[in-house]
């Protein structure tokens, strides 16, 4: 490990730590609300990681500290978690160990210190990058001898139960899960995957993520609101869930439904269906027809799904008025980011007419950058 990090974590903890390790941030190609529907999704990692200095402890307790927070440490009995006990962003490290417990893994107390630069509230899968990094860490630092998809499932459990967001699989099984230079085609339902390649630089491409600023928050409801229409819409067509849809019986579906949830189901449906689409073009080389494809999954999310706003549909349109070959918005929605397919000599000039249009609306300057798909949780030290 490297003597910052190690300096780091003796200044707040007062020893010397067990190792180093992270994991990332995600963003989705495509796929978007299908994962709670037990359908398909196509993430990549992202390079920005959180990481957790760690060591273990043999009194029961986890003491918490977070290089982004207020400086103090956030000290709990293993021994008194519970859901709704821990409220800050310190529920997610304590919901694994929650979750983990609960699992029967015989694990006891730990020192740990966070440090992250996965954008938060971006739609980037902070809170995954921070659940997985805490898992891979226990995982070795009690001898657990879990999976990377084990601790996914375990990490989405914390989530789920402790934190009370009713999250998919997705952003778990991405941060836990990629590899370098590919795509994850992970069917939700029996978590079968696959890396599909996806080498952007080969053929020209930049992937262009832009962030909003738009804090979004999945725990406010609406996100449980959709999960819960989805849900009420499968049991209504006698369906273990959406998945379970095809495209070819969906409009003979819609007339069987209440007209709020037809959007839900329409939307769900399609977008299997681009992931699929989206897979096949990439396994085809076809990289930069997958624009299109991007441009309609955005559509759906707004029109049908309902969670965009004007901020991320700006973003999509300025950005394919610049040249980008597709764009939409990544992630739960409500705000957070959004993902354009540009060609490598055009990525300054798509990032500059989107903060020109954001300037014009008089909404904050977004932050950008490319994404290089990247490696999922790791000992780093």
């Known amino acids: 490990m490297t003597d ?32 709670y529907n037990d359908g398909f999704v196509l993430p990549i990692a992202l390079p920005h990681t959180t990481r957790i200095t760690a060591r273990r402890r043999a009194d029961g307790r986890l003491r918490l500290f977070s290089a982004q927070g207020d400086g103090t440490i ?42 992250s630069d996965v954008p938060t509230g971006a739609g980037l899968s902070s809170s995954a990058a921070l659940e997985c990094a805490t898992a891979a860490a226990l995982n070795d630092l009690y001898g657990l001898g879990l999976s990377a998809p084990e601790l996914a499932v375990l990490a989405q459990r914390a989530e789920n139960a402790f934190v009370g967001v009713p999250c998919g699989v997705m952003d778990q099984m991405a941060s836990a899960c990629c590899t370098d230079g590919t795509a994850l085609f992970l069917d939700t339902r029996t978590l079968e ?24 928050d999945l725990g406010d409801g609406a996100y449980a609101a959709l999960r819960a229409g989805c849900e009420r819409a499968a049991e209504l067509l006698g369906l273990p869930a959406l998945r379970d849809l095809s495209a070819a019986d969906l409009p003979a579906a819609l007339d069987r439904l209440p007209s709020e949830l037809r959007p839900l189901v329409r939307h769900v449906v399609t977008e299997d269906a681009r992931v699929t689409a989206t897979v096949e073009h990439l396994d085809a080389g076809r990289i930069a027809e997958l624009g299109p494809i991007l441009t309609a999954g955005h559509a759906s999310l707004r029109d049908d799904f309902g969670v965009s706003c004007a901020e991320t549909d700006l973003a999509v349109e300025a950005a394919v008025a610049a040249g980008a070959l597709g764009a939409r918005m990544t992630g739960g929605g409500f705000g957070g980011s959004v993902i354009a397919l540009v060609a490598a000599a055009r990525v300054a000039e798509v990032s500059e007419a989107v903060r020109a249009a954001f300037r014009s609306a008089g909404f904050a300057e977004p932050v950008t950058f490319t994404a290089v798909p990247s490696v999922g949780a790791r000992r780093t030290a």
């Open 193 to 216: 995957q696959r890396h599909v390649p996806l080498d952007l630089a080969a053929a020209g491409l930049r992937l262009l993520v832009i962030d909003t600023r738009v804090k979004h």
């Open 74 to 115: 956030t000290d709990l009995a293993l021994d008194r978690l519970k859901p709704g006990v821990v409220t800050s962003w310190a529920a997610y490290p304590a919901g694994v160990f929650w979750a983990l417990a609960e699992a029967g893994h015989a694990i006891g107390g730990a020192d740990l210190f966070v440090d």
């Open 4 to 35: 910052e990090a190690a300096a780091d974590f003796e200044t707040v903890h007062g020893a010397r730590p067990s190792g180093v390790w992270a994991a990332p941030g995600r963003v989705n190609l495509i796929g978007e609300h299908t994962d």
